[in-house]
């Protein structure tokens, strides 16, 4: 059975608190992803150039969002 999430974007007025790496004019949006149990899982951040990072960390970076959100459960780009 595949997990069901769901997918929302965050206001920008609340970004300063989930960004860690980040300016905030280098961000398009950012995506609180919640679990099945409607529970945040973790944020996603897409780049005004298009890449997507999990958490706030530009260590780690995703072509997409299926493939950020995939390694957000997954655990992946996590310190």
């Not at 298009?50 to 969002?65: C, M, Q, R, V, W």
Request: net charge negative; glycine share 12%.
């Amino acid at each position: 059975m595949e997990e069901t999430i769901r997918i929302r974007s965050v206001d920008e007025s609340d970004w300063i608190h989930t960004l860690k790496g980040f300016q905030a004019d280098e961000i398009k949006q950012l995506l609180a992803v919640y679990g099945a149990d409607g529970q945040v899982v973790g944020n996603i951040c897409e780049s005004v150039e298009g890449n997507y990072y999990i958490n706030g960390k530009p260590e780690f970076t995703y072509a997409s969002l299926q493939a950020a959100a995939g390694a957000l459960f997954k655990g992946e780009g996590e310190s």
